[in-house]
């Protein structure tokens, strides 16, 4: 995989102020639903985005999670954490936009179309669907349209297979914290057990768990 095309391509255009943050009560007091761009190889992709939105849901009624790999079909999971309802309604709402969704515990999974230009109107309607929920948007391929969603978010995390450049991942990492206000790079092996257990919803890796904590944790305000 060509990391240089994929994951550090120049920002062109500014999608700040696009997507204005979302909160909902909790407690007495206001919390902002974290909103987080995934970066990682085709073939890590959906596990790794399944594993992020399992981790944003667990203190969350459900979670939105939006996959883009270009020229790919995601992989069917071999098993399916039972779905919940919250997460049903959201996927019904998603359906209602003409977006297909899959539901997977309390994740409800969007594809994206394979064009980056397309892929971008769809992004931005199961956005609006999600409403004060969290939000998961990831994508294998580094494109404009795609890097003003990605700019957009919160925080973004790289997440490349131990095997990768040093060199390169860290220019993707500097090119991820150039998009958002937080970025973070961890190194992802998933075994064939854990591969199924993300995709499923069931279980994100522990380094998964510890980055997206750590992205998130600032926003996350005290209860009154």
């Known amino acids: 995989m060509a990391l240089r095309d994929f994951l550090i391509a120049p920002?062109?255009?500014?999608?700040?102020?696009?997507?204005?943050?979302?909160?909902?009560?909790?407690?007495?007091?206001?919390?902002?639903?974290p909103s987080l761009g995934v970066l990682a190889t085709a073939r890590d992709l959906p596990a790794i985005a399944v594993a992020v939105g399992v981790v944003v849901a667990r203190r969350n009624p459900a979670a939105l999670v939006c996959v883009h790999v270009a020229g790919d079909e995601l992989p069917a999971p071999a098993l399916r954490?039972?779905?919940?309802?919250?997460?049903?309604?959201?996927?019904?709402?998603?359906?209602?936009?003409?977006?297909?969704a899959d539901v997977r515990g309390r994740v409800a999974v969007v594809q994206l179309a394979r064009e980056a230009e397309h892929a971008t109107g769809a992004a931005a309607r199961a956005l609006a669907a999600a409403g004060a929920l969290p939000t998961v948007l990831a994508t294998a391929a580094r494109d404009p349209d795609l890097d003003v969603l990605l700019g957009a978010q919160d925080a973004i995390l790289v997440a490349l297979p131990p095997s990768a450049d040093p060199t390169l991942t860290e220019l993707a990492a500097s090119g991820a914290a150039r998009l958002a206000p937080r970025a973070t790079s961890i190194a992802v092996n998933f075994d064939p057990a854990s591969r199924a257990l993300a995709l499923a919803g069931l279980r994100a890796p522990a380094a998964v768990r510890a980055a997206v904590h750590g992205l998130i944790a600032p926003r996350q305000l005290p209860a009154a």
């Open 81 to 100: 954490a039972p779905p919940r309802a919250a997460a049903t309604r959201l996927a019904g709402s998603l359906r209602a936009r003409g977006l297909v």
């Open 11 to 33: 920002r062109e255009g500014d999608g700040e102020g696009e997507f204005p943050l979302r909160a909902r009560e909790r407690g007495g007091a206001v919390a902002l639903a």
